[in-house]
């Protein structure tokens, strides 16, 4: 789709969602159909849920550890979300844009928020939110990862998230999974093609559209 002879200049890609909401699915989906993209692995002092892995789901550290981490700046942005921390390693993703990735970020609306304060013009912001508070209820109950206890507060913090979706570039309402990767793939392939991230334009126009008459 995008020109392959034009240098371009990489996006950062922010989905955020209550919990239960087909975010991670998403952004699987994309991941595993765009090799162009590097997944933003965060730190977090919550414990590991069963069968997530330390490393790839996120770098699990205990709290003394975060703290220090922020202390020494390894954050691009960290907050705190129902009692735990969680935090972006800057590094990665420097060596990630270096490269001339994209990078996805699957964080809570604090975090999409100091990314807009820090890289404005390289985000690209989508909030997807659960077609009603019963559906989101009842997708935590199936998916049978969280105590009642941890899913009724992230029941609580659910309306929080979603009422911050006006901070976002894009909103998607997530009713159908498909359909909703499909959006997310149609934002890609628009935010890629905007004249300030096909960095060699002016080159290309230049050297190779020269003598072209008006
Ligand atoms: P969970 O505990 O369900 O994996 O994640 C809880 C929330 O924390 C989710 O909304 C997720 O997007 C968010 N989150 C995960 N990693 C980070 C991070 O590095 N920074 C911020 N701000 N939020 C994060």
Same mark, same amino acid.
């Given at each position: ?5 034009i ?30 993209f590097?997944l ?39 907050a ?13 993703? @420097?060596?990630?844009?270096? $490269?001339?990735?994209?990078v +996805? ?7 999409? =928020? !100091? &990314?807009?304060?820090k ?37 609580k913090t ?19 999974? @498909?359909?909703?990767?499909? $959006?997310?793939?149609?934002? +890609? ?7 300030? =991230? !096909? &960095? ?15």
């Open positions: 789709m995008i020109n392959s002879q240098k371009k200049r990489g996006l950062l890609l922010v989905l955020s969602s209550p919990s239960g909401t087909g975010k991670t699915a998403i952004a699987h989906k994309i991941l595993e159909n765009d090799k162009n590097f933003s692995v965060s730190a977090t002092t919550r414990k590991p849920r069963p069968g997530e892995v330390d490393g790839k789901d996120y770098f699990f550290v205990g709290y003394e550890k975060f703290q220090e981490m922020v202390k020494n700046g390894e954050f691009l942005e960290h705190e979300f129902c009692g735990n921390c969680y935090g972006t390693p800057k590094k990665p993703i @420097e060596i990630a844009l270096a $490269a001339g990735k994209d +996805l970020f699957d964080i809570e609306w604090q975090g999409a =928020r !100091q &990314l807009a304060e890289a404005r013009d390289d985000l690209v912001s989508i909030s997807i939110l659960p077609p009603s508070l019963e559906e989101l209820k009842n997708r935590l109950l199936n998916r049978q990862q969280d105590s009642i206890e941890v899913i009724e507060n992230r029941m659910a309306s929080d998230e979603a009422s911050h979706y006006n901070e976002y570039d894009y909103v998607i309402i997530n009713e159908d999974l @498909e359909e909703s990767i499909e $959006a997310v793939r149609s934002i +890609l392939i628009s935010e890629r093609l905007k004249k300030n =991230r !096909q &960095l060699g334009l002016k080159d290309f126009v230049e050297n190779k559209l020269k003598g072209i008459k008006k």
